[in-house]
């Protein structure tokens, strides 16, 4: 098949708008059939997607949502909220969202990832550091990596407890796995630094 478009395959579908791939990860959270706020998607995208793709700010949230809703893909409503606060809105995908999404899913390009690592580009440059600035360095994001393994293990069981929710929790499985490769590598890291010291070391006493 020819891409025509992004997020359009072939000539059926060159009515569909082209949207970033940001948009059908909002429209995807929606795609579970409950009817949420912007702060429910950002509960829910924290909860989930960052794991993995995207860690939302409420503007970009808000920003998608406007934008799925002026193709028609989402829809919203203002309901009273009991504890007596002004109205909130909220957004429900329609039912030509979510054949958008499920054609998405299924037919749009699978892009490869993009690896962008802010800790090994300062590794990279280990030659302009001192020593133990790269052990901090290091240190850091091993305790971040390790953080978000808790974290995903935790959010995997929650996920578990939902049938909705099988495969969000085989991809939060993968999560939690991935970080712990991420704090693994840290630590092997850190062993390969210590063993170039000691190399630099016999050497100088040479």
């Not at 059939?33 to 939302?56: A, C, I, M, T, V």
């Not at 909220?81 to 969202?97: A, C, F, L, S």
Request: glycine share 8%; with cysteine.
């Amino acid at each position: 098949m020819t891409e025509t478009r992004a997020g359009a395959v072939n000539a059926g579908d060159a009515d569909r708008p082209a949207l970033p791939a940001t948009s059908w990860a909002v429209l995807g959270l929606l795609s579970f059939g409950e009817e949420l706020s912007g702060y429910d998607l950002k509960k829910w995208s924290d909860g989930s997607l960052r794991f993995f793709y995207w860690s939302p700010s409420f503007s970009q949230i808000y920003g998608e949502l406007k934008r799925l809703e002026n193709v028609g893909y989402v829809s919203s409503r203002m309901v009273a909220q009991e504890t007596g606060n002004r109205d909130k809105r909220v957004y429900v995908i329609t039912d030509e969202g979510m054949a958008a999404v499920r054609h998405w899913a299924r037919e749009a390009p699978v892009e490869p990832p993009v690896l962008k690592h802010g800790v090994m580009l300062r590794l990279w440059l280990g030659h302009l550091l001192e020593a133990d600035r790269m052990r901090e360095v290091l240190g850091r994001h091993r305790e971040y990596a390790e953080a978000m393994r808790r974290r995903a293990e935790v959010d995997v069981e929650t996920a578990r407890a939902e049938e909705a929710w099988a495969y969000p929790s085989l991809v939060l499985k993968w999560s939690e796995r991935f970080y712990t490769a991420e704090r693994d590598l840290a630590d092997a890291m850190l062993a390969d630094l210590d063993e170039m010291d000691g190399r630099r070391g016999c050497s100088g006493a040479g």
